[in-house]
């Protein structure tokens, strides 16, 4: 896709959602990025004070520990908003990197830019809401389901909401998103294996 095919995409994903947002205003602009597979959008630590748009391609969200422990918090398929939000926001270091699963494009603004440009815009505010509150709805759902299902119902959850991965990543990643060690993991596997005969 050549830039503007780029552009009209990101326009046609907030359009889709019904907000009428007129994006006349937006005159900064658009970065492009190609990520290949297990490369990095951004590491933790960095700086990443930018609005990224993932156009095609599947990432993880990843984090690692002081000791070096690495943890898979979600994962996101295009196209979709992706990004550190307090990163992008209060300019700061991210809390974690964002690692390409498959060979990404993601195209970016600098948020303080673009939010100042689109800030007077009320369809663009009220899409603005709606997918803030989409994040903290997700994360919710995450944290009950850590509080309320087994690592077996966990696990299930995954293949039905990313069935495209369960064979095709290192199963450590996929133990640390639903919080249980590769031995638990590989357990759970045989276990389901077993039960379908």
């Known amino acids: 896709m050549d830039r503007i095919q780029l552009q009209n995409s990101f326009e046609a994903y907030f359009n889709e959602l019904g907000y009428g947002i007129d994006w006349q205003r937006l005159t900064v602009r658009m970065d492009v990025h190609v990520i290949r597979k297990g490369d990095y959008l951004f590491r933790q630590g960095d700086f990443a004070n930018r609005l990224y748009f993932l156009h095609s ?3 993880r969200y990843v984090s690692i520990s002081d000791e070096g422990k690495e943890f898979t918090q979600t994962f996101a398929k295009g196209p979709r908003i992706i990004g550190s939000t307090k990163a992008m926001v209060t300019e700061t270091r991210t809390l974690f990197g964002i690692q390409a699963l498959e060979d990404s494009m ?3 603004y600098p948020w303080q830019v673009f939010y100042e440009q689109m800030r007077h815009d009320i369809g663009f505010l009220e899409c603005y809401a709606k997918f803030l509150e989409r994040i903290f709805i997700t994360k919710e759902e995450r944290e009950n389901a850590f509080v309320k299902y087994s ?8 293949c039905a909401a ?10 450590q990643q996929i133990a ?3 919080g249980i060690t590769p031995v638990a993991l590989s357990r ?3 276990r389901l294996k077993l039960a379908r005969g």
């Open 57 to 59: 391609g599947l990432v």
């Open 106 to 108: 993601f195209s970016s």
């Open 151 to 158: 690592a077996e119902r966990r696990y299930l959850d995954f």
């Open 162 to 171: 990313y069935p495209e991965l369960k064979d095709s990543i290192p199963q």
């Open 176 to 178: 640390s998103y639903i």
């Open 188 to 190: 759970i596997r045989q």
